[in-house]
Structures are given as structure tokens and as C-alpha cells.
């Protein structure tokens, strides 16, 4: 077995996942204290973030005061990550990597689209 990189785990102080594309949108579920919406838009009712089969998050790592940003995949069709993107006013423009977690278009369809964000 070889080794490619050594990787050092560090305590998390703080970790924001953001569901960019999911097989549901609920634009009535009620924020908590510990699941909130994004700040959208105030026309949001006019573009609202929009569903389709596949999957779609970034998370974002706080540790030790630097914040560290991935997409974890990008959804099955070109457009929907990237219109969700939009619709929610989410800045990807820090993202540091993409991780697709296996080839099927429902998690990997969007790859393009997305990285011109």
C-alpha cells in the first residue's frame, strides 16, 4: 500500500451544510436553533430554489477561525445546483474542492454548470 498524502484531523469549532439540491424543497419548514434557511433574496416567492432527483450540499468548516468550503456533489441536471445557486444568493466562490462521491449523473450532472460559479 502507498501512501499519497498524510492528513492531520483537526477539532471542528463549526460545520454550515447547505442543501443545494435535494428531491424536495419545503419553503414552508420553520427555522430552528439548529437547522435555519440561508438568507434568500427577498423575492425568493418569484425564484424559489427548485427540486429534482439527485444531491447536492456545501460544507463549510470553521476551524480555528479560517473557514474551509467543498461541494459535496452537483446534482443530476446542468442547471439545477447552479439556478439553486443563484436562487438562494449562496457564494461558491471560496469553494476550495468538489467531491463527487461515485459516477452516477444524479450526484455528478451538474459539474459543469457549477464550476463556472
Not at 439540491?21 to 425564484?47: C, F, G, I, K
Not at 444531491?55 to 443530476?76: H, N, P, W, Y
Request: charged share 25%; glycine share 6%; net charge negative.
Amino acid at each position: 500500500m502507498r501512501i499519497i498524502a498524510d492528513v492531520i484531523l483537526r477539532e471542528t469549532d463549526r460545520v454550515e451544510v447547505t442543501c443545494l439540491v435535494d428531491n424536495q424543497v419545503d419553503l414552508l419548514l420553520a427555522n430552528t436553533q439548529v437547522a435555519h434557511r440561508p438568507s434568500m433574496r427577498e423575492s425568493w416567492y418569484e425564484r424559489p430554489p427548485i427540486a429534482e432527483h439527485g444531491f447536492s450540499v456545501s460544507v463549510t468548516l470553521e476551524i480555528s477561525g479560517t473557514k474551509r468550503r467543498i461541494l459535496f456533489d452537483s446534482g443530476q441536471s446542468p442547471w439545477t445546483a447552479n439556478y439553486n445557486v443563484d436562487a438562494l444568493d449562496f457564494d461558491l466562490s471560496y469553494c476550495e474542492a468538489v467531491i463527487l462521491s461515485h459516477g452516477h449523473v444524479d450526484h455528478a450532472g451538474g459539474l459543469l454548470m457549477i464550476r463556472k460559479k
